[in-house]
């Protein structure tokens, strides 16, 4: 049976990966409608009648970045692998994709939020890209209470303690990426949270 209403006229997938790029470099305060049109292809109304308003855009936008780049993150919750390994895969999963030269460098979840008070649209950027950060959190946190029970981890181990180690470096590649650091400085940075992984561990 045919589609009812008028079809779309444009590829979702092209539209969607031309925004979340425009967003990844610019962030989502400094992008505004005119250059989201030249990087789209659509006009104002094919935009709103598409998601409704920029900030819609910009949810899609992050939900294709993380179906896309930001995937990487997922390794931390595959229970198939061992909570270390996860971790590292993670850490060295994320410096790989973050210093691609292939598209913006960093990381849109890190990087795309607004700083500066929020208008009303800008209040809901904020809630997803932070309920993003959460979900990360809530997986890295899981991996390491996996670590106790697994015995790669004591059993007195501060997990929120271990949580926020390793989040707090995976939010700060963004930075150190966006200042020039080599990703070789990165990688043995991820090598040095792991080790005290490890000193944990025993």
Not at 103 to 114: D, E, I, N, Y
Not at 126 to 140: E, L, S
Not at 146 to 158: F, K, N, P, W, Y
Not at 171 to 186: E, F, K, N
Request: proline share 4%.
């Amino acid at each position: 049976m045919p589609p009812v209403g008028r079809p779309r006229t444009f590829d979702m997938e092209a539209v969607l990966e031309a925004a979340m790029l425009l967003f990844w470099e610019q962030g989502y305060e400094a992008t505004s409608l005119a250059r989201l049109r030249e990087a789209t292809g659509l006009s104002s109304a094919s935009l709103y009648g598409a998601f409704g308003s920029k900030e819609g855009l910009f949810e899609k936008a992050v939900e294709h970045y993380i179906a896309g780049p930001g995937s990487v993150t997922e390794v931390v919750a595959d229970e198939a692998v061992s909570p270390r390994e996860a971790v590292a895969r993670l850490l060295h999963g994320s410096i790989d994709m973050q210093t691609d030269t292939s598209h913006p460098r960093g990381c849109l979840v890190a990087l795309s939020g607004t700083v500066r008070a929020p208008e009303p649209g800008e209040a809901g950027v904020r809630k997803v890209v932070a309920a993003r950060r959460a979900a990360d959190r809530a997986r890295i946190r899981a991996c390491v209470v996996r670590g106790i029970a697994s015995g790669e981890l004591a059993e007195d181990t501060d997990v929120d303690g271990v949580t926020s180690m390793i989040h707090s470096f995976l939010l700060g590649i963004s930075t150190q990426v966006c200042d020039g650091t080599p990703a070789r400085h990165l990688h043995a940075a991820a090598d040095a949270v792991l080790a005290n992984w490890d000193v944990r561990g025993h």
